[in-house]
C-alpha cells in the first residue's frame, strides 16, 4: 500500500468520524452504531475506488479535459451499490437488526448519505490526482531548466578554451608536429567528455575528475610549469554522483582569476571529502586571490541578476558563479550551499550538499 493510498484512507476514516458525531449529536443516533455504519460505507467506497480501481488502471487519474477519466466514472455506480450493501451489511450485524428489507423510506437516506461520502472520496482522489500531475509536470520543467542551464553554461566557457587552444596548436604544428599531435588527441578527449556531460543532469564524480584533468592538460600547454594540480579525492567517493560540469567554472575561474595573473603561477587544488554526512567539492588556488571589496557569499539562495552585480562580483566569476549556484540549489535543495573564501594567498569555493543514507560516512 504506497503512502497515497494511507493518507487517503486515514481521511476518509476521519471523515466518517465526523459523520457519525454529527449524526450523534443531530439525531441522537448512538455514536458507536453510527461510527460502524459510517466507517463501514465509507472504508468500503475507499476501497474501491483506491485500493482496487488504482492498482488495476494506476495511470487513471484525469480525463483529457481535466476532470475524472470515464472509466472512474464508471466505477462509481458500483462503487456506491456494494459499499451501500457491504457497509449496510457491516452495521447490522453490529447493531444485531438489518436495515435492507425495510421500505425504501427507510434506507433512502441511508443510501443519500452514501452517495454524498462517495462523491466526496471520489473528489479527495481526484484532488490528490491533481496534485500529483502538478508535482510531476513542475519536476520536468524543473529538469528540462536544469539541462538548458547546463548547455548554455558549456557554450559559455568552451569559446574561451577553444580559441586559446587553437591559437597554441598553430603555433605546435610549425614547431612540433608530435606535440601538436598530442594537443589535439587531449582536445578530441576534452570535447567528447563535453558532449556526454551536457547530455545527462549528474554523472559520477570519477567523470567530472577526468573531464577536468582534460581541460587541465589543454591549460598546462599555455600555461607550462606555471600550473600545477593536484586532486585530494578517496578513492571510494569516485562513483558518487554530482552534477554534470559542475567544478568547470570554478576550475576554469581559479586559472583565469587567480593563477594567470600571476607571473610564477600556482597550484590548483581539486578536493573532495565527506564530513558530517555532507560532501564537500572545493577548488582551491594560492594565487592572486579574490579582488578588493568582493564580499564571498555563503547562501544556498541564487545569485542576483549579472548586471545588478557589484563590479567585482562579475570580475570574480559572475556567469559560472552563479550557474554553480543555481544548479547546486536545483539538484539538492535548499540544504545545499557555496562559499567562497580567502585564504590569502588565493581563493578556495566549496560546494556542499548533505548525503544521504550510508554514504554519509566521513573521509579524513
Not at 453490529?94 to 427507510?106: E, K, P, V
Not at 443510501?111 to 490528490?128: D, E, M, P, T, W
Request: with cysteine; hydrophobic share 40%.
Amino acid at each position: 500500500m504506497t503512502p497515497n493510498t494511507r493518507r487517503r484512507g486515514l481521511i476518509t476514516m476521519l471523515v466518517c468520524t465526523g459523520i457519525a458525531w454529527a449524526l450523534h449529536a443531530g439525531t441522537g443516533v448512538p455514536f458507536d452504531r453510527g461510527l460502524v455504519y459510517a466507517q463501514a460505507h465509507g472504508l468500503t467506497a475507499w476501497f474501491i475506488l483506491d485500493a482496487v480501481h488504482h492498482r488495476i488502471w494506476p495511470e487513471d487519474q484525469r480525463g483529457a479535459h481535466g476532470f475524472l477519466s470515464w472509466r472512474t466514472l464508471a466505477t462509481l455506480v458500483p462503487a456506491l451499490v456494494l459499499s451501500f450493501v457491504v457497509g449496510t451489511l457491516i452495521g447490522d450485524v453490529y447493531s444485531g437488526h438489518t436495515t435492507l428489507n425495510t421500505s425504501f423510506s427507510r434506507w433512502a437516506p441511508s443510501l443519500l448519505f452514501n452517495s454524498v461520502l462517495l462523491i466526496g472520496v471520489a473528489g479527495l482522489f481526484y484532488a490528490q490526482a491533481v496534485r500529483n500531475q502538478r508535482r510531476l509536470a513542475l519536476e520536468g520543467l524543473q529538469r528540462h531548466a536544469a539541462q538548458t542551464q547546463l548547455q548554455m553554461l558549456q557554450t559559455q566557457l568552451e569559446p574561451h578554451m577553444l580559441f586559446n587552444t587553437l591559437a597554441n596548436l598553430r603555433v605546435l604544428i610549425g614547431v612540433s608536429p608530435p606535440d601538436a599531435q598530442h594537443m589535439l588527441d587531449q582536445l578530441n578527449d576534452y570535447l567528447r567528455a563535453s558532449l556526454a556531460s551536457s547530455q545527462t543532469p549528474t554523472h559520477p564524480l570519477s567523470h567530472e575528475v577526468q573531464r577536468l584533468k582534460d581541460y587541465l592538460g589543454l591549460m598546462s600547454w599555455r600555461m607550462g610549469d606555471r600550473l600545477r594540480c593536484e586532486f585530494d579525492i578517496a578513492p571510494h567517493l569516485m562513483g558518487v554522483a554530482v552534477p554534470s560540469m559542475i567544478l568547470q567554472p570554478l576550475v576554469e575561474n581559479a586559472i583565469r582569476h587567480g593563477l594567470e595573473p600571476c607571473t610564477k603561477g600556482g597550484t590548483l587544488t581539486i578536493s573532495a571529502h565527506l564530513h558530517g554526512g555532507e560532501m564537500q567539492l572545493s577548488v582551491a588556488d594560492d594565487g592572486a586571490g579574490c579582488p578588493e571589496g568582493f564580499q564571498p557569499p555563503d547562501t544556498p539562495a541564487v545569485l542576483p541578476r549579472v548586471d545588478s552585480e557589484p563590479a567585482a562580483a562579475r570580475h570574480a566569476g559572475g556567469f559560472g558563479l552563479r550557474a554553480t549556484r543555481e544548479r547546486l540549489a536545483l539538484a539538492h535543495g535548499p540544504q545545499a550551499r557555496m562559499s567562497v573564501q580567502a585564504t590569502h594567498p588565493g581563493t578556495r569555493v566549496t560546494l556542499t550538499w548533505p548525503m544521504p543514507g550510508p554514504q554519509a560516512g566521513s573521509t579524513p
